[in-house]
């Protein structure tokens, strides 16, 4: 769906709000040449200049916009930076601009961008459910207005009320004491907006948990991601990331509560980060630990009405950009990568596809994905001046990177019910593979998906491996669905991204039996087990046979044989039987004792 013509020329394309009172004729992702663009830059700029000071711009203008990072980078080690990424209206001419165009006043938000209605119908979600279930949401510093800001954002767009006052919302520090730690100054709040707004969209009845960090370091965020847990979150989302390297043995040990759904952001730089050209080549954490749902970037286009129409790897910069380094700026794009530390979990090393990932047994982010793309980014209210970092505060804005796909997953999973019982609920996504939207345009590397015989070995810049496409040594990979979306699993989009909650479920083994339906007393009869496993190398290991006469039988075959002592009645006969990753399924039929 990308097509890119010239040599060293920056290629821009179009992105479509195709709601209703839009071009009926708009195609999402469609091309803008060089002289399309040229011949509306006058325009635009106008545009642009007057969208700065207009919620609403009118229907069908093209506007332009680059990504600001709402944190800042780090480079200290043990020091997390948050993934939003805050869409700002530019001039056409501003290096890296992004031309958009937007859709009528009234079916979008007061900025321009995502509502929750448009959330909802895109991806098949029931958002008044969630009873029951708590959020966790870890972030770091204090946000003074959250509770206030999510008030205006539920009034807006009559959502049920969500606040401190009525225990919908609860806000604490990282010990879960009442003394918030000190005000925000870099950006960290507006992360804490999203985080929360998006959370109450997704899962109206779902109760929040807000555990602010006194610091965007390791050990403050652990200790807030436990804390979290404690609490009774059953889902906690975090929508930061670092090199997996940085990260302690103690810091994983956060991230791993079996039980509880652990959603953690991809990152906003691409495969191994090659949108900071830093060349060290590895995923971020906690994304990268095999105890967490990876959740990646899409690019979401709806149609009129405000239906899904397709989805794409995000990714706003790769070989459009030709060098990056000329635009001075990191343009974006969902994260991933195998992990250098890492092991993969059985449920991605059994799936058929695996082979050509190139990851071997180290574990592949991600998961499953999620709109990221700040040009199709969700709006939030957020009315705090945090200084420099985001100052002044625009109150309404739009919101991309994958801090807004990691909490809208783990409210998803919030409307599912949580784990279920699950240990590493990721591994319920991989029970589901035909029941997702399946992304299969794209790729968060270098080369935007387009593969080798079309992009030029980026990996011998000397930048580290950017593409997926050619090893390290420039030959070309055998395989690139570490990161270029492809039928089923992918790196980029995992799974795929949610198609109703079904996919959020628990499932297990399926199980049938055969044999007599009527048996003599005191004479042996068999019955025998038919199983099929939803699972990428999942297998029954374990069946249990209840006779319904107070016996049972526990074998690792899938036969049994048995004999009823008495005559002249009807009994039920249960099977339950249990696969290598301790899911379950049953089934049970009469039989009748003469």
Not at 311 to 317: A, C, K, S
Not at 576 to 594: A, E, F, L, P
Request: proline share 4%; hydrophobic share 35%.
């Amino acid at each position: 769906m990308r097509h890119y013509s010239g040599d060293k020329e920056k290629m821009g394309r179009y992105r479509y709000w195709l709601t209703v009172g839009a071009v009926a004729a708009a195609v999402a992702g469609s091309v803008v040449t060089a002289a399309t663009a040229a011949a509306t830059a006058a325009t635009a700029a106008t545009a642009a200049t007057a969208a700065t000071a207009t919620a609403q711009p009118a229907a069908g203008t093209t506007l332009y916009a680059v990504g600001r990072p709402a944190c800042p980078a780090v480079s200290r080690l043990g020091k997390t930076s948050c993934d939003a990424v805050i869409r700002e209206i530019v001039n056409a001419s501003t290096k890296g601009a992004h031309p958009f165009r937007v859709g009528a006043a009234g079916t979008i938000g007061p900025a321009g961008g995502l509502t929750p209605r448009d959330l909802a119908t895109a991806y098949g979600l029931a958002t008044t459910g969630g009873h029951g279930q708590t959020v966790g949401i870890v972030d770091a510093y204090n946000d003074p207005n959250i509770n206030a800001d999510l008030q205006t954002f539920d009034s807006h767009y009559g959502l049920s009320t969500c606040s401190t006052g009525d225990d919908c919302l609860r806000v604490v520090n990282q010990t879960g004491g009442a003394t918030p730690p000190v005000n925000d100054t870099t950006g960290w709040s507006v992360e804490e907006t999203l985080d929360v707004e998006t959370v109450h969209s997704v899962c109206g009845s779902c109760h929040i948990i807000l555990v602010e960090a006194k610091s965007n370091g390791n050990s403050d965020l652990g200790t807030a991601e436990d804390t979290a847990v404690r609490l009774g979150a059953n889902e906690v989302s975090n929508s930061f990331g670092e090199p997996e390297s940085d990260s302690s043995p103690t810091y994983q040990a956060d991230f791993n509560h079996p039980g509880v759904v652990i959603t953690a952001s991809a990152g906003d730089d691409g495969y191994y980060s090659f949108d900071d050209l830093d060349g060290v080549s590895e995923p971020n954490a906690p994304a990268s630990y095999n105890t967490t749902v990876s959740v990646g970037g899409t690019s979401l286009f709806l149609g009129q009405g405000g239906n899904r129409q397709s989805e794409t790897v995000w990714n706003d910069n790769g070989i459009r950009d030709y060098y990056q380094q000329a635009f001075a700026r990191s343009l974006g794009a969902g994260g991933g990568g195998c992990s250098t530390l890492f092991s993969a979990r059985k449920w991605q090393t059994s799936l058929g596809v695996w082979g050509s990932t190139g990851c071997g047994t180290k574990r592949l982010v991600s998961d499953v994905s999620a709109v990221a793309d700040y040009l199709t980014g969700f709006d939030i209210y957020d009315s705090y001046n945090c200084g420099a970092a985001c100052s002044p505060a625009p109150s309404w804005f739009t919101l991309g990177g994958t801090s807004l796909s990691s909490p809208l997953v783990a409210a998803v999973y919030g409307l599912a019910g949580g784990a279920h019982g699950v240990a590493y609920p990721a591994l319920t996504l991989y029970g589901h593979l035909k029941q997702t939207h399946d992304v299969t345009a794209g790729g968060n590397g270098w080369c935007d998906g387009t593969g080798a015989g079309a992009c030029p070995n980026p990996n011998s810049s000397g930048d580290g491996v950017l593409d997926c496409a050619y090893k390290a040594s420039g030959a070309v990979a055998v395989g690139d669905r570490a990161c270029d979306a492809l039928a089923g699993y992918d790196g980029p989009t995992g799974v795929g991204s949610p198609n109703g909650i079904a996919m959020f479920m628990r499932t297990g083994p399926s199980v049938s039996t055969t044999g007599p339906v009527t048996v003599t007393h005191r004479k042996s009869a068999t019955w025998t087990a038919t199983t099929k496993d939803p699972f990428p190398g999942g297998q029954v290991v374990r069946y249990v046979w209840n006779w319904g006469d107070g016996t049972s039988t526990i074998s690792t075959s899938h036969s049994a044989s048995h004999t009823y002592k008495s005559g002249g009645v009807t009994r039920t006969i249960t099977l339950t039987v249990t696969d290598n990753y301790g899911m379950t399924g049953s089934t049970s039929r009469k039989v009748h004792i003469k």
